[in-house]
């Protein structure tokens, strides 16, 4: 048997940095100056499914609105 193994590959530093800003203007704290409050609009998840286009397309996100707050 074989199987196939991809390798990962590093992301630039810029380009986390600026997903990661992008990231937190989608999804403000519950209490501002409180992250462990929770996020007002979405989860991890749809934070993770935000971050990971943004990797994506190089730190510029386009036209992909975060979910409606809850």
Do not use: W
């Amino acid at each position: 048997m074989s199987s196939a193994i991809v390798p990962a590959h590093a992301i630039d530093a810029q380009v986390a940095r600026a997903c990661d800003a992008l990231v937190a203007r989608a999804f403000p704290p519950r209490e501002p100056g409180n992250p462990a409050s929770g996020s007002a609009r979405g989860g991890a998840r749809d934070q993770r499914d935000y971050f990971n286009p943004c990797v994506a397309n190089g730190g510029k996100m386009g036209d992909h609105t975060p979910p409606k707050s809850k």
